[in-house]
T-cell receptor, first 112, second 112 residues
């Protein structure tokens, strides 16, 4: 989706491996979000960032860390991947007060 | 704690019929969003409902919000196959500009 770029699009990991999911925006917005989507459960917020240099926990932060080093990028790190973290991960931005969140294309992550 | 319930979770219907998807939420909120997701794709914003009594329409879809009843509806008029998708509602916390709680989604299949 134009404006929010997620990499990689697909990844397979072994249990215990680590990896970082990248998200970059080209629209200079303050608020960025990481969600996971599991079948039948809708989206659950992992972490969000209201502005550069700030991050806050969402609904399901355990097992994840995030980094917002600049306004453009918001990364999600799995330090020691577990099969329960197999999911589709979406990054989103919020364009303004009361505006809908705008999503990237997602990263499909499988942990064996 | 804010909880969001959608029903039905699955709906199979014939082209040309009308139907309504319901989104109930548990605590006070004045912002509600509807999204569409096609299989394997990202989420696309459909409607933003910001006040009690708000009604938005786009083509064969109409969304409304009743904040007193804590209920939003997404009405489909004379359904066509192209509307087959999963539809999500998401509700904002009143004291936060950042966090949304998502319903589990309604998978809609429209048969010719």
């Amino acid at each position: 989706n134009a404006g929010v770029t997620q990499t990689p699009k697909f990844q397979v990991l072994k249990t215990g491996q680590s990896m970082t999911l990248q998200c970059a925006q080209d629209m200079n917005h303050n608020s960025m979000y990481w969600y996971r989507q599991d079948p039948g459960m809708g989206l659950r917020l992992i972490y969000y960032s209201a502005s550069e240099g700030t991050t806050d926990k969402g609904e399901v932060p355990n097992g994840y860390n995030v980094s917002r080093l600049n306004k453009r990028e918001f990364s999600l790190r799995l330090e020691s991947a577990a099969p329960s973290q197999t999911s589709v991960y979406f990054c989103a931005i919020r364009r303004g007060i009361n505006q809908p969140q705008h999503f990237g294309d997602g990263t499909r992550l499988s942990i064996l | 704690e804010l909880k969001v319930e959608q029903n039905p979770l699955f709906l199979s219907m014939q082209e040309g019929k009308n139907y309504t998807i319901y989104c109930n939420y548990s605590t006070t909120s004045d912002r509600l969003y509807w999204y569409r997701q096609d299989p394997g794709k990202s989420l696309e914003s459909l409607f933003v409902l910001l006040s009690n009594g708000a009604v938005k329409q786009e083509g064969r879809l109409m969304a409304s919000l009743d904040t007193k009843a804590r209920l939003s509806t997404l009405h489909i008029t004379a359904a066509v196959h192209d509307l087959s998708a999963t539809y999500f509602c998401a509700v904002a916390y009143m004291d936060s500009n950042y966090q949304l709680i998502w319903g589990a989604g309604t998978k809609l299949i429209i048969k010719p």
